[in-house]
């Protein structure tokens, strides 16, 4: 292996300016997948600036107007344990406790997991078994994609991080930080839906912190994968019910290079419509292309069978 550098940055700022300074540098927050990812030979970087916290942002932060603020360096395991994120934004907490395993999310961070590159069968593998497979566009930048042998352009990888679908659902926004100063995205316009610029975050971008509105109602976060073992979700599902005849949100993640809104869905949920066509919409107008980790159809149809379960339970919850 090649040499590789590693600084320790002070904060947010110093961090960006480093990622700027240096061109073949990453940052590195938790390391469980970045380091996974440069052992496969898929990043080579010279320099890894490391952030272990950005001081100056607790790890959660509630403003006079409900706002929560959540510090994108807080572990999994800590966003999982903790009182008012369980008591206030319970889908978030399920969602982190349902990641991996307890040694990752003890070092995994949210940043990291928001931040989590696309995944395909065809890129994240070793070097050896990637030569059978030589004109991924992501992997190598050729002009093939083996997901859809049929498009001209475009990668079709997996964003797979389980906290992105709540936190869509939740309506979040992130706090972007930069030798240029910050901005506020809104999380669903942060995936851009293509498997190779997946995310709308500029180089030496840090992103420092996770901005909810004030409560909604606790709503529902299932994680689908055929066992119940470590493993990356086949889909997600979070619905946030509505607030009288409006608000209601449901998100499919995981199964598409973005959290998927299904907004036909959620008017109907607005709507009182009977759950099970409230199921059916949401997987019919879910947009999946890719069957790495199982087909359309499969997926699909259990989508819609856990998605009539969730409406059942909501049913009975308080609003
Ligand atoms: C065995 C195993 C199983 C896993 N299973 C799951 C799973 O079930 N579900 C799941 O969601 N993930 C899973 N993961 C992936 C990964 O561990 C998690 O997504 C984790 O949350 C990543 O966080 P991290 O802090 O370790 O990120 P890192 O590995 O440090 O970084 C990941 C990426 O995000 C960028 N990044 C990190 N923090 C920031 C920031 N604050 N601002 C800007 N960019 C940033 C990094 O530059 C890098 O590109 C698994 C990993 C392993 C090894
Ligand atoms: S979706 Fe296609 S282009 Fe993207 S990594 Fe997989 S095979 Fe390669």
């Known amino acids: 292996m090649k040499e590789i550098s590693v600084i320790a940055a002070g904060n947010a700022a110093e961090a960006g300016q480093l990622l700027q300074e240096y061109p073949q ?5 938790g390391g469980t997948d970045l380091l996974v990812l440069r052992k496969l030979k898929l990043i ?10 950005a001081p100056g942002v607790p790890a959660v932060r509630q403003e006079a107007d409900g706002e929560f603020a959540i510090g994108a360096f807080a572990t999994l395991s800590d966003i999982a344990a903790h009182p008012s994120i369980r008591q206030k934004v319970p889908m978030l907490a399920k969602a982190a406790a349902a990641v991996a395993s307890v040694q990752v999310r003890n070092k995994a961070t949210l940043g990291g997991n928001l931040c989590l590159m696309s995944r395909c069968w065809f890129f994240n593998r070793s070097p050896f078994w990637r030569t059978e ?8 930048g050729g002009d093939r994609c083996y997901v859809v042998p049929k498009s001209r352009k475009g990668c079709f990888a997996l964003q797979s991080g ?8 939740l309506g979040a926004r992130l706090r972007l930080v930069s030798v240029r100063g910050e901005r506020i995205v809104d999380i669903e316009a942060f995936y851009l839906g293509d498997g190779i610029r997946y995310l709308d975050l500029s180089a030496g971008e ?3 912190e996770v901005l909810l509105p004030p409560p909604a109602p606790a709503g529902a976060f299932v994680k689908f994968r055929p066992q119940d073992n470590m493993d990356f979700a086949t889909f997600t599902l979070s619905v946030v019910p509505p607030v009288g005849r409006s608000g209601a949100r449901i998100v499919v993640g995981c199964s598409a290079s973005r959290p998927l809104r299904a907004r036909a869905a959620e008017k109907m949920l607005d709507a009182g419509a009977p759950a099970e066509e409230i199921a059916r919409k ?3 107008e879910a947009r999946l292309v890719s069957f790495v980790r199982g087909p359309v159809d499969f997926k699909k149809q259990v ?3 856990r998605m009539a379960d969730i409406l059942a339970g909501l049913e009975g919850q308080p609003q």
């Open 25 to 29: 540098s990453v940052l590195m927050a």
């Open 44 to 53: 080579a970087p010279q320099v890894i600036v490391t952030l272990k916290s």
């Open 133 to 140: 497979f030589p004109d991924c566009r992501k992997a190598s």
């Open 162 to 169: 389980d906290t992105a679908g709540p936190l869509v659902a």
């Open 206 to 208: 840090i992103l420092t």
């Open 282 to 284: 949401t997987a019919e």
């Open 303 to 305: 989508i819609a069978a």
